[in-house]
C-alpha cells in the first residue's frame, strides 16, 4: 500500500478505532486472536460493519451486516466514495495535501449512485449509506480484509477500491486509522518480506533497480536476473505449455490448494522433475519425483516469523529432530552446496544478519532484540529504533517527509468471471472454519470437538427447490467437475449462495469445482466466485 | 492530607507504615505489588476486570468498618493500608479453611503454599462438607473438575464479554449449591464452547484442566520438574500469537501463550492451543 507490502496498523490500535469496517473478512473464525480486540473495541463503544455474502460468526457481533452479492465489493466501495464525496464528508484538506488524481476519481464514481448500488451488491441504499457516513464522520476508522477482497480475478483492484476510501478520509498515516490486511498463514507477511516474490528483492526492493541488484550481488557473489520471475499461477500456465520442467515445492500443497485442482494436478503431473520438501506426504509429496523430509519450523527450528502487523518473532526449537528429517535451511544450504554454491552464511542468525545488512527495513532487528521483547515491527533501521507502530504517518506532513503523493484509483466493477447460467445456477464460495486451516495437513491431526468434516452449506430456499434434506448426498458439480457432498441447510446463506470450507480435501475435493480465473497482477485465483449445480445424487450402483 | 507529589497523576499512601508515592489510578492490589507488598488473591488476574469472588486480598483501610478488597479498591491519597493485620490474617487464614474444607486443592499449590504462612489447620472444623463429583470428561481437549472448582469467576469472565465472548459456561444455582455451568448443564461439545481454552489457562486450582495433562496425571507421568518450556510462533493464522510449547520426554505436553505479550495476553484459539498434536507424531514417525 502506497510503496509498502503491509498492513498500515497495529494490532492494539483497532481498539481505539470508532469504526471498524471487516470486509470480506470473517476474522472471528479466522483470525480469533486478532477478533479479540475488535470485540474491546466493541465495549468501547466502536462500531462494527462486516461486509461478507455470508451472515459470519463476525457478522454476529456487527452493528450492520451488508449481505453483498458475492463479487461486486468495487461497487460497493465506489458508491460508498461517491456518497461521501456527495454528503461533503471527505477530507479535502488531506487530499489536497497528501494525494492524487482526485477529480478523475470523483468523476468515477459518479455512476455509483446508491440505487444501481442497491441493484449489484444487493444491499439496501439505506445500508449503503449508512456505513459511508459512519466511517467518513468517525475520528478513527479502520478497513480490514482477507481473502473476500483477494480471492477474485480483479483482487487488486478490489484492494485499490478500499484504499480509495481512507484517502477520501484520511483513514490511514494515523493512530488508530488505517488499511489492514491480515495474513492468513503465520508467515505469509514475512515471505513477502524476504523477497518471496517475483518482482522484488528482500524487503521489498524492485528487482528492476540496478542500484538495488548490485548491492544483492555483491554479497550474494552471483549476477541476478533482472527480469521478474513468474508468480505462481503464471508458473501452472508455463507448466501446462511445458515451458518450466522442474518445480520445487517448500511447504505447500498446490495438488490440494490450486483452483481447478484437476488442471493443476495434471500440470504437475507432466513435470520433468518435481522436488516436494514437506514434513508429510501431501497428496503434492505423492507425486514427486524426490521427497525432502523437512522438520517442523515452529517447534524444531530456530529462525524468525512475521506476523500479519510486520512483527517479526522468534521461533525456537521446543523438541528434537526425527529421523532423518532436516531444517528447511538446512536442506536448502545443503541443496545450493551440492550445486556448487558457495554461500557465506550458514544457519539461522547468519542469515538473518545478511537479510538486515541488505533490507533496511530489518536493520535494527537483531536476534538479540527479538529475543528480548515482544519481536519488532518493521520498518526498524537501526538497532536503536524502536520499530514502527503504524506506516504512513508522512502523508500528514506538510512536505510528504519527501514521498510522492498517494494516488486514488480508478477502479471499474466488473463482477466475477464465471457468470450464473440456467446449467450452473448457483454461487459457490469457500472459506475458513474455526478448528482447521488450509488443506489440512497441520489440522486434521488434532481431536477437536467441533470438527464438523466438510459439507456443501446452502439455503432453506435452495434445498427446497432442489428437493434435497438436510445430511443428504447430493452431486455438486461445475463445469469443471462433479463430487458427492452431504448437504447441509444453514441460516446464514441467502437463496442462492452455497458455502463450503476447503479443510478436508479427502472428503470432498472441493478445488475440483473451483474457478481459476485469475488476477493479472496478483495471480490470485477466483476461489470465492465459481458457477456450480447441485442435483440429488442417484447411487448408480444401486439403480 | 494533601497530595505532597508534584505530579498531579501521583499521590502518597501509607503502606503498612511506609509512606509511597503512587500512580493514583492504581488498585490497592496493584500498588502494593509495585512497592514489593504482596497480596495473596486467587480470583485477580492482570487481564480480568477485579471479580471480589475469593476475598483473600481483603485489607484494613483505616477508617473503613470493614476489611477491603485490595483487588478492585483504588488508592486514594493518604490512605492508611495494613497489608497484614491480625484482622486481615484471620480473615485469610479463615478463607484459607473453608477452601481447603471444601475443596480438593491437591493441584493447586500457589493456594496451598500459603497454608504455613496463615497457620491453616485443615482439621478446625468437624464435619466439612466436601464438594465430590465424578470428573466430566465430555471430549478429548478438556476435562472438568468440579470438586476443584472454588468459583473464582475466571473461567465465566474469560469465556464471556471480558475475552472470548463465546458465553458457553456461567454460574447456575445459589450458595452451596452454586456451579459454573453450561446451559442446561448440557455436555461441553453440546454446549456453545468453541474450545479455545482459555478458560482452562486462567484457571487457578486445575478444575479445568487439558486432557493431556490429566491423562499424564492418571498414569503417575505428570513430571512438572522435567518440563521445559519453550516461546515460539503459532503455525496457523498470521496473527503471529506467541506459544509456549511444554514438553516433557521431547513431547508436547501442554501449551500456554504469554500473558504479557501484547498479541495474546494469554489467550489462543482452538487450533493454536491443541492444533500440535502433529508435531508429536512427526516425531513417532521414523521416516
Redesign the interface.
Known amino acids: 500500500m502506497f510503496g509498502a507490502g503491509g498492513g498500515t496498523s497495529s494490532y492494539r490500535e483497532v481498539e481505539d478505532a470508532e469504526v471498524i469496517v471487516l470486509w470480506g473478512s470473517n476474522a472471528r473464525d479466522a483470525h480469533p486472536i486478532y477478533f479479540r480486540r475488535v470485540l474491546k473495541a466493541l465495549r468501547k463503544g466502536a462500531k462494527l460493519f462486516v461486509i461478507d455474502p455470508r451472515r459470519t460468526a463476525s457478522a454476529e457481533f456487527a452493528d450492520l451486516w451488508l449481505g453483498l452479492d458475492v463479487g461486486t465489493d468495487i461497487a460497493l466501495a465506489n458508491a460508498v466514495a461517491r456518497e461521501i464525496i456527495d454528503a461533503n464528508l471527505h477530507d479535502l484538506t488531506f487530499i489536497e495535501r497528501a494525494t492524487t488524481g482526485f477529480e478523475k476519481f470523483k468523476v468515477s464514481v459518479e455512476w455509483y449512485t446508491l440505487e444501481r448500488a442497491e441493484l449489484i451488491t444487493g444491499i439496501p441504499s439505506h445500508a449503503i449509506q449508512e456505513l459511508a457516513h459512519a466511517y467518513a464522520s468517525a475520528k478513527t476508522a479502520q478497513i480490514l480484509w482477507t481473502l473476500g477482497i483477494t480471492e477474485h480475478h480483479n483482487a487488486v483492484e478490489n484492494v485499490l477500491s478500499l484504499c480509495n476510501l481512507a484517502l477520501l478520509t484520511g483513514h490511514v498515516g494515523r493512530w488508530g486509522s488505517g488499511l489492514v490486511p491480515l495474513r492468513g498463514q503465520n508467515n505469509v507477511q514475512g515471505g513477502g518480506d524476504m523477497g518471496a516474490l517475483p518482482n522484488k528483492l528482500p524487503g521489498f526492493q524492485d528487482i528492476d533497480d540496478a542500484d538495488a541488484r548490485r548491492k544483492f550481488e555483491q554479497v550474494y557473489g552471483t549476477r541476478i536476473n533482472p527480469e521478474p520471475g513468474l508468480h505462481l499461477t503464471l508458473m501452472f500456465e508455463a507448466m501446462h505449455r511445458n515451458e518450466l520442467r522442474a518445480l520445487y515445492v517448500i511447504g505447500e500443497n498446490p495438488a490440494d490448494s490450486e483452483a481447478d485442482a484437476k488442471s493443476a494436478r495434471k500440470a504437475l503431473s507432466q513435470l520433468d522433475t518435481l522436488i516436494v520438501q514437506d514434513i508429510f506426504l501431501t497428496r503434492t509429496a505423492e507425486m514427486a519425483d524426490v521427497v525432502f523430509p523437512a522438520s517442523v519450523g515452529w517447534a524444531q527450528s530456530d529462525g524468525t516469523v512475521t506476523s500479519s502487523e510486520r512483527r517479526v518473532q522468534r521461533v525456537r526449537p521446543a523438541v528434537s529432530r526425527a529421523g532423518s528429517t532436516k531444517d528447511d535451511l538446512d536442506i536448502i544450504v545443503e541443496l545450493a552446496d551440492r550445486l556448487g554454491a558457495n554461500w557465506s552464511a550458514r544457519g539461522p542468525e547468519q542469515v538473518w544478519d545478511e537479510v538486515r545488512s541488505l533490507s533496511p527495513m530489518h536493520a535494527g532487528m537483531s536476534y538479540e532484540r527479538l529475543d528480548e521483547g515482544p519481536g519488532l515491527q518493521w520498518p526498524c533501521p537501526s538497532t536503536e529504533h524502536p520499530g514502527t507502530e503504524y506506516l504512513h504517518e508522512w502523508l500528514w506532513k506538510g512536505d510528504l517527509g519527501g514521498h510522492r503523493a498517494a494516488p486514488f484509483s480508478v477502479t471499474v466493477h466488473e463482477g466475477p468471471k464465471e457468470h450464473l447460467n440456467p446449467d450452473y445456477p448457483l454461487r459457490l464460495t469457500t472459506g475458513r472454519a474455526l478448528d482447521s486451516f488450509n488443506t489440512g495437513v497441520q489440522s486434521r491431526n488434532y481431536p477437536s470437538p467441533i470438527r464438523t468434516g466438510q459439507t456443501i452449506d446452502l439455503s432453506a430456499m435452495d434445498a427446497k427447490a432442489i428437493g434435497v434434506f438436510d445430511g443428504e448426498t447430493v452431486k455438486v458439480s461445475s463445469k469443471r467437475g462433479s463430487i458427492n457432498m452431504t448437504a447441509k441447510i444453514v441460516e446464514n446463506l441467502p437463496a442462492g449462495l452455497v458455502f463450503s470450507t476447503f479443510h478436508f480435501p479427502e472428503i470432498a475435493d472441493i478445488n475440483l469445482l473451483t474457478n481459476d480465473h485469475w488476477d493479472l497482477m496478483s495471480g490470485t485465483s477466483e476461489f470465492k466466485a465459481s458457477a456450480i449445480r447441485i442435483d440429488k445424487f442417484i447411487d448408480e450402483a444401486k439403480t | 492530607m494533601s497530595d505532597m507529589s508534584d505530579d498531579a497523576t501521583k499521590i502518597s499512601i501509607f503502606l503498612n507504615g511506609n509512606k509511597v508515592t503512587v500512580q493514583k489510578d492504581l488498585t490497592i492490589l496493584e500498588a502494593s505489588s509495585k512497592n514489593m507488598v504482596d497480596i495473596p488473591t486467587i480470583c485477580w488476574s492482570e487481564h480480568l476486570e477485579p471479580a471480589n469472588a475469593c476475598r483473600l486480598c481483603v485489607v484494613e483501610v483505616e477508617g473503613s468498618k470493614t476489611l477491603v478488597p485490595s483487588c478492585s479498591r483504588r488508592v486514594e491519597s493518604g490512605m492508611n493500608i495494613l497489608t497484614e493485620s491480625p484482622r486481615v490474617r484471620a480473615s485469610r487464614r479463615m478463607i484459607l479453611e473453608f477452601l481447603a474444607t471444601t475443596n480438593d486443592l491437591s493441584q493447586a499449590p500457589e493456594i496451598v503454599t500459603l497454608f504455613d504462612d496463615y497457620g491453616v489447620d485443615i482439621d478446625r472444623y468437624e464435619r466439612p462438607t466436601r464438594i465430590s463429583e465424578e470428573v466430566r470428561i465430555?471430549?478429548?481437549?478438556y476435562i472438568r473438575d468440579y470438586s476443584k472448582c472454588v468459583l473464582c469467576y475466571k473461567c465465566v469472565d474469560a469465556c464471556g464479554?471480558q475475552?472470548?465472548?463465546t458465553f458457553a459456561i456461567a454460574f447456575s444455582g445459589r450458595g452451596f449449591d452454586t456451579q459454573v455451568s453450561t446451559e442446561f448443564d448440557v455436555g461441553?461439545?453440546e454446549s456453545n464452547?468453541?474450545?479455545?481454552g482459555n478458560c482452562v489457562a486462567v484457571c487457578p486450582t486445575n478444575a479445568l484442566q487439558f486432557k493431556t495433562e490429566f491423562d499424564l496425571r492418571d498414569a503417575s507421568n505428570w513430571r512438572p520438574e522435567d518440563q521445559?518450556v519453550?516461546?515460539?510462533?503459532?503455525?496457523?493464522?498470521?496473527?503471529?500469537?506467541?506459544?509456549e510449547?511444554h514438553?516433557q520426554g521431547?513431547?508436547?505436553v501442554k501449551v500456554t501463550s504469554p500473558t504479557e505479550?501484547?498479541?495474546?495476553n494469554g489467550?489462543?484459539?482452538?487450533?493454536?492451543r491443541?492444533?500440535?498434536?502433529?508435531?508429536n507424531?512427526?516425531?513417532?514417525?521414523?521416516?
Open positions: 465430555q471430549d478429548e481437549l464479554e475475552a472470548q465472548n461441553l461439545p464452547c468453541v474450545y479455545c521445559t519453550t516461546t515460539t510462533v503459532c503455525s496457523y493464522c498470521g496473527v503471529g500469537c506467541n506459544l510449547l514438553t521431547d513431547q508436547i505479550h501484547d498479541v495474546t489467550n489462543l484459539c482452538i487450533k493454536g491443541f492444533g500440535w498434536e502433529y508435531v507424531l512427526v516425531m513417532k514417525d521414523d521416516r
